[in-house]
C-alpha cells in the first residue's frame, strides 16, 4: 500500500517545482538565442563570425563567478546567492535586449552568463532540504535538468518561429521576460 505524502515530501515538491521554473529560465536563456545570432549580428552590424565573443564572454565569466558564488551560498545561504545570481542575470539580460552597440551588447551577454551558477545552488539547495539524502538529491537534480533541457528545445523552436514576426528589442526581450517572472 502506498504511503501518504509527509508535510516535509509535499514541500519538497513545492521546492523544486519552483526550482524548475528557474531552469525554464536557464532553458530560455541557453536555447532561444542561438537559432537568431545571423539576426543578432545583422543588428549589431557585426561579422557573423564577430558572434564567437558572445560564448567566450560567457565563459569567461562562467569560469570566474560559479566557484566564487558557489562558494558565497556555503558561506551567505544559497537561496540568497541564488536570488542574487537571478537578479543580475535579469538585469544583464534587459541590458542584452537593449544594447545599441556591440561593445554594450558583449558587455551585457557576459554579465547574463550569472545564470550558469543556477543549477548548482538549486541541487545544494535540495541537498540541503532532504537532509543530505543522495537519492531524492539525486531525482530532484533529474527533475530540474528534464526541465533544463525541454525548456531549451522549446526556446530554440520558439525564437526561431518568432524572428520574423518581432522588432529585435522585442524579440531579445523574450528571454527578459522570462528571467524577470522568475525573479518575480
Not at 536557464?26 to 545571423?38: A, E
Not at 534587459?94 to 554579465?111: D, G, K, N, R, Y
Amino acid at each position: 500500500m502506498p504511503t501518504k505524502p509527509t508535510a516535509t515530501h509535499r514541500g519538497l515538491v513545492r521546492l523544486v517545482g519552483f526550482l524548475a521554473c528557474v531552469e525554464v529560465a536557464s532553458g530560455v536563456i541557453q536555447g532561444f538565442y542561438t537559432p537568431i545570432f545571423t539576426d543578432i549580428a545583422r543588428h549589431l552590424t557585426i561579422h557573423d563570425a564577430d558572434v564567437n565573443w558572445f560564448e567566450a564572454a560567457q565563459l569567461m565569466l562562467s569560469a570566474i563567478v560559479v566557484p566564487l558564488l558557489a562558494r558565497a551560498g556555503d558561506v551567505y545561504g544559497h537561496k540568497r546567492v541564488l536570488l542574487l545570481a537571478t537578479a543580475l542575470t535579469a538585469a544583464a539580460t534587459w541590458a542584452v535586449a537593449f544594447a545599441p552597440t556591440f561593445a554594450t551588447f558583449l558587455v551585457a551577454w557576459s554579465l547574463q552568463g550569472f545564470y550558469v551558477v543556477w543549477l548548482p545552488l538549486e541541487v545544494s539547495i535540495i541537498h540541503g532540504r532532504t537532509r543530505g539524502d543522495e537519492r531524492v538529491t539525486r531525482q530532484g537534480a533529474g527533475v530540474l535538468v528534464a526541465v533544463l533541457e525541454a525548456s531549451v528545445i522549446v526556446a530554440a523552436l520558439s525564437s526561431g518561429a518568432l524572428s520574423g514576426r518581432l522588432g529585435m528589442t522585442a524579440l531579445l526581450s523574450v528571454p527578459a521576460v522570462a528571467v524577470t517572472v522568475v525573479l518575480a
